[in-house]
Every structure is written in C-alpha cells, then in structure tokens.
C-alpha cells in the first residue's frame, strides 16, 4: 500500500481544513488508517485512526469535537476534517496504515506498516 497525505496549507486560527489520504492498492479497504502530527521540536503523535469499514473511529482528546476522519474505500481515501483550528495545531499530518482486517484501532505508531510522505498544517492567530 502507497499512501498520498495532501490538502495542508495554512489557515487562519478559528478556520478549517481536509486532509486527504489517498492509496494505491488493493487492500485499502481492509487497512486501519491513522492520522498523526509532528510540531516542530515534538513527538510524533497520534491524532484520529478510523477502521478498515469507517464503523468505528477514535480520537486524541486534543482534537475531540472538532476533527472528524472518514473513509471512502470505492475511492481508496481517508479524510481528516480539521475545523475550529487552533496555533497548536500547527504540524507535519501524516497518514498510515495498519491492522489489516482488524477493528481495533492502535495509537502506537509501531502498529502502523505504511506511511504517506506528511502534509503541513500552520494555523497561524
């Protein structure tokens, strides 16, 4: 699976954002995929993931209520929603993808096999 992260760029604090990441490959569909950030002088960090069906989704609490993930397995693409975004946003967004056939939806980055190239997020206020 090859992952495409895409649709960064800045914004205004308060203002919104979608992410998409788009794959190649058959198996998509069968893939949890997770969304992570990296700030500058920071951690990678988990943000949103979303089952191989779309059925079950989970979020960082930082992001909860204002970041939704969705999938399109018929386009082989995964969307991150950003709204009411805010300067601690601010951040390289990647994608990945793991747990192939599974419902459980890991935080670690080690559960992750795929890795799209990161898009940049700047919120600036």
């Not at 009411?84 to 670690?108: F, H, N, Q, R």
């Amino acid at each position: 699976v090859q992952l495409q992260a895409s649709g960064g760029g800045l914004v205004q604090a308060g203002g919104s954002l979608r992410l998409s990441c788009a794959a190649s490959g058959r198996t998509f569909s069968s893939y949890v995929i997770g969304w992570f950030r990296q700030a500058p002088g920071k951690e990678r960090e988990f943000v949103a993931g979303i089952n191989w069906s779309g059925g079950s989704t989970y979020y960082a609490d930082s992001v909860k209520g204002r970041f939704t993930i969705s999938r399109d397995n018929a386009k082989n693409t995964v969307y991150l929603q950003m709204n009411s975004l805010k300067p601690e946003d601010t951040a390289v967004y990647y994608c990945a993808a793991g747990g192939i056939g599974s419902d459980y939806i890991a935080l670690a980055q080690y559960e992750y096999d795929y890795w799209g190239q990161g898009t940049e997020v700047t919120v600036s206020s």
